[in-house]
């Protein structure tokens, strides 16, 4: 084959792909907007929430992919809604006065990842539980957990997933347990016995906790305290970093450990601090820092 033929085998090849491309790229775009076609031209339809309801639950459980999870209080019943997009992909199980689950399995295409992900941002999962209503028990767990949660209270509140991303604000709980590779956490109010985060990469943040104990553990640790009471605090990691902001040092003691450790209080860097207090915070980890500031 001469030049001028392999160039144009080449050009025509080129063609080939980018129509290919342009065609797949046109069905995520239809998908997305939750297009379809009909008789060749795009018709554009929005997607309608699915809700259910029962009268009361003792207990939530939620296994999910990428969704937002939204838990508030509200209604005089428990409602739960989702996105009307993945029917078909969603269970439902539950019981009047024992427990509410939903789970959902995606169906893995070439593009159905990244797809999937931008719609979930768009389409969460959302429950409603009644003012006087109790929980014994919350479990949220799947891939890419992003879950806020208000005004809830709970025996067991255990959250998990790839990716974990939690925000809970006045919030009762026994125990709380958050966990994933990569785990960011926000607390804010929240009163528990036990609070326990941990990941590869384990960020926490917070203000006006009250606990018995409190543990943060990562190989790459970071928490940043205020107005925080526990008697045990324990961070841990290969590179487990704190910043703890409070009162004062009464009723506090402080240690620090690792082969390249600090600890600095109010700007000036001291050796371990042994208070005469009941709230104990230990951070250890090959590179343990701990920084406090009284307000």
Same mark, same amino acid.
């Given at each position: 084959?001469?030049?001028?033929?392999?160039?144009?085998?080449?050009?025509?090849?080129?063609?080939?792909?980018?129509?290919?491309?342009?065609?797949?790229?046109?069905?995520?775009?239809?998908?997305?907007?939750?297009?379809?076609?009909?008789?060749?031209?795009?018709?554009?339809?929005?997607?309608?929430?699915?809700?259910?309801?029962?009268?009361?639950?003792?207990?939530?459980?939620?296994?999910?992919?990428?969704?937002? !999870?939204?838990?508030?209080?509200?209604?005089?019943?428990?409602?739960?809604?989702?996105?009307?997009?993945?029917?078909?992909?969603?269970?439902?199980?539950?019981?009047?006065?024992?427990?509410?689950?939903?789970?959902?399995?995606?169906?893995?295409?070439?593009?159905?990842?990244?797809?999937?992900?931008?719609?979930?941002?768009?389409?969460?999962?959302?429950?409603?539980?009644?003012?006087?209503?109790?929980?014994?028990?919350?479990?949220?767990?799947?891939?890419?957990?992003?879950?806020?949660?208000?005004?809830?209270?709970?025996?067991?509140?255990?959250?998990?997933?790839?990716?974990?991303?939690?925000?809970?604000?006045?919030?009762?709980?026994?125990?709380?347990?958050?966990?994933?590779?990569?785990?960011? !956490?926000?607390?804010?109010?929240?009163?528990?016995?036990?609070?326990?985060?941990?990941?590869?990469?384990?960020?926490?943040?917070?203000?006006?906790?009250?606990?018995?104990?409190?543990?943060?553990?990562?190989?790459?640790?970071?928490?940043?305290?205020?107005?925080?009471?526990?008697?045990?605090?324990?961070?841990?990691?290969?590179?487990?970093?704190?910043?703890?902001?409070?009162?004062?040092?009464?009723?506090?003691?402080?240690?620090?450990?690792?082969?390249?450790?600090?600890?600095?209080?109010?700007?000036?860097? !001291?050796?371990?601090?042994?208070?005469?207090?009941?709230?104990?915070?230990?951070?250890?980890?090959?590179?343990?820092?701990?920084?406090?500031?009284?307000?």
């Amino acid at each position: 084959m001469n030049k001028k033929g392999k160039i144009l085998l080449i050009i025509a090849a080129c063609v080939l792909v980018f129509g290919i491309l342009l065609t797949a790229i046109s069905a995520i775009v239809i998908r997305s907007t939750g297009a379809h076609w009909v008789d060749g031209m795009t018709v554009t339809s929005s997607a309608e929430p699915r809700s259910f309801e029962l009268n009361s639950i003792d207990s939530l459980s939620l296994s999910l992919v990428n969704e937002p !999870v939204y838990i508030m209080r509200g209604g005089s019943v428990v409602t739960i809604e989702w996105s009307e997009l993945y029917d078909g992909q969603y269970r439902l199980s539950s019981q009047d006065g024992g427990y509410l689950s939903l789970s959902r399995q995606t169906r893995w295409s070439l593009f159905s990842f990244e797809w999937g992900r931008g719609r979930a941002f768009l389409r969460p999962v959302t429950v409603t539980i009644p003012e006087d209503m109790d929980l014994s028990d919350i479990d949220l767990r799947g891939a890419n957990i992003r879950v806020s949660m208000d005004d809830i209270v709970s025996d067991n509140l255990d959250i998990s997933g790839a990716n974990t991303n939690v925000t809970l604000q006045n919030i009762e709980a026994l125990n709380i347990d958050i966990s994933g590779a990569n785990t960011n !956490v926000t607390l804010t109010d929240v009163n528990t016995n036990s609070l326990e985060v941990r990941g590869a990469n384990a960020e926490a943040t917070l203000n006006d906790v009250f606990a018995n104990s409190i543990e943060i553990n990562g190989a790459n640790a970071e928490a940043t305290l205020t107005n925080i009471s526990a008697s045990t605090i324990e961070i841990g990691g290969a590179n487990a970093e704190a910043i703890l902001t409070i009162p004062s040092l009464d009723d506090w003691d402080f240690f620090v450990s690792g082969a390249n450790s600090r600890l600095r209080i109010d700007g000036q860097r !001291v050796s371990n601090f042994r208070g005469a207090g009941s709230n104990t915070v230990t951070v250890s980890g090959a590179n343990a820092s701990l920084i406090v500031w009284t307000q």
